[in-house]
């Protein structure tokens, strides 16, 4: 409390507070002469200056002894309600001065009626004007994470070759195609190719212009074709655990019972346990004529058994890349036969260093065409189009479970590069269209 000549003035958090000082100090029987707001200087109110709609303001009172009147009217209930938060004050003007004051005060740590209002219910309005501040923060924080990633994330992408210079649509779809697991350098050609030639706008339009490229760069070779008069020989080679065993069954079945061809097996898998059996069991099946050799002298003489029929169609056993003596006995097998097609199975679950890998080493036993097995088990399939940027050779078949019926695909670039982009899905033993959700 401060005395100016014969006024005294009271400062706190709130008019009532005030109010209820210079009462206490000078009596009931005081009358203000000026009321305003001061800013409160503390740590509190620069922080959150600002932030909360302002700084932090405390009430300033100059008050003068009164003198007391008696009521000449029955108080109304609005003014019997400020006497009674005023504690039935019989002084007139101070209960009107007091109402005043209730209406004016505690602007923002409270907004309740003017009979209610106390220094409990200011309270309750600076823990709400807390609580808004914890708020803000933790969505500040949130917005701070969340940048911060973003930023760490074009970073990356920026010191790896760069973010494709494209409008942000594109910048949208290039995304989804590095997390399909395409190579980011190229991902970024691709985007900027489509950006360029085509100029597509709208959702729909440039991710159809994007599944074209793709396609494009997906060389489709086509399936066996049998020649006419005379037996086709297709020898399958790769690694062990591609599904080379797998898919000579399923290619055995699919020609049998679509295509109505005769069709003969040669096993020279002898590596892996239970190969033959697989080989033989569906012979008997199918009824099928079935050999199982172990030198390029033997192969000679069942390929030439089977020289009636339309396909034969031989299994090779499986040998690691690094084997060199082995890939040097699968090269005489096979230079020793002449096969009409040689197919490399790659199974696409496989990394691309792997699949890299095992094409360089295949190289030097020659072969036509790719078969890529297991789609199904792959978590996703940009790596398709990763081994055909740098590869010239077809591909024939891709396989997309167990079923021997519906499970070998043709391979067809356009739903392959669907297929990469998330707009196909391998379902029902295939690869299938999915259904277009939210795209303009």
């Known amino acids: 409390m401060a005395k100016l000549g014969n006024t005294h003035v009271f400062r706190a958090k709130t008019c009532t507070e005030a109010i209820n000082k210079a009462t206490a100090k000078l009596g009931k029987n005081i009358r ?11 740590l509190f109110s620069k922080l959150t200056a600002g932030k909360l709609g302002g700084d932090v303001m405390e009430v300033e009172l100059e008050v003068e ?76 924080t949130r917005e701070r994470i969340s940048l911060r990633e973003e930023m760490r994330m074009l970073l990356t992408l920026q010191a790896r070759g760069g973010m494709p210079c494209v409008p942000p649509e594109f910048i949208d779809e290039y995304r989804r195609l590095v997390e399909a697991d395409i190579a980011e350098d190229l991902a970024r050609k691709i985007v900027e190719s489509v950006h360029e030639q085509a100029g597509a706008h709208g959702v729909g339009a ?79 099946i199918m009824g099928l004529p079935v050999k199982s050799v172990s030198d390029p002298a033997q192969i000679v003489e069942a ?10 169609l031989i299994d090779t056993g499986g040998r690691s890349p690094r084997d060199r003596q082995g890939i040097d006995e699968l090269k005489r097998v096979v230079h020793a036969v ?24 295949f190289r030097r036993i020659g072969f036509d065409r790719l078969i890529l097995t297991k789609l199904d088990e792959a978590v996703a399939h940009g790596g398709i189009l990763n081994l055909f940027s740098k590869l010239a050779d077809g591909l024939s078949y891709v396989t997309t479970g167990q079923k021997y019926m519906e499970s070998l695909v043709v391979a067809d670039s356009g739903m ?6 998330g707009m196909a899905e391998v379902a029902d033993g295939g690869v299938k269209e999915k259904p277009a959700v939210g795209v303009e």
């Not at 390929?303 to 034969?312: A, I, N, P, Q």
């Open 206 to 284: 440039i991710r159809a212009a994007l599944a074209a490229e793709l396609a494009r760069r997906i060389p489709a070779a086509g399936p066996i074709l049998p020649r006419e008069g005379r037996s086709t020989v297709v020898a399958l080679i790769g690694p062990t655990g591609a599904g080379k065993s797998t898919t000579a069954a399923k290619l055995a079945v699919d020609f049998t019972v679509r295509r109505q061809k005769t069709v003969g097996l040669i096993n020279e898998d002898f590596t892996r346990p239970g190969a033959d059996y697989q080989i033989r069991n569906l012979g008997q």
């Open 416 to 421: 392959l590069a669907r297929l990469v982009m």
């Open 65 to 140: 002894m009164g003198e007391a009147k008696p009521a000449k009217h029955a108080p109304g209930p609005k003014r019997a309600a400020s006497e009674k938060s005023a504690g039935a004050n019989p002084n007139p003007l101070l209960n009107k001065t007091y109402a005043k004051a209730l209406e004016n005060a505690v602007r923002r740590p409270c907004a309740v009626d003017e009979s209610t209002c106390s220094i409990g219910s200011a309270s309750a309005g600076i823990a709400g004007r807390l609580d808004e501040m914890k708020r803000w923060m933790e969505e500040a």
């Open 32 to 42: 203000i002469v000026k009321r305003r707001d001061v800013p409160l200087e503390n």
């Open 338 to 361: 002449e096969p009409d097609e040689t197919h490399l199975v790659l199974a696409s679950g496989a990394s691309e260093r792997a699949m890299f890998d095992v094409v360089a080493r």
């Open 303 to 312: 390929v030439r058994s089977m020289r009636d029929l339309d396909l034969v």
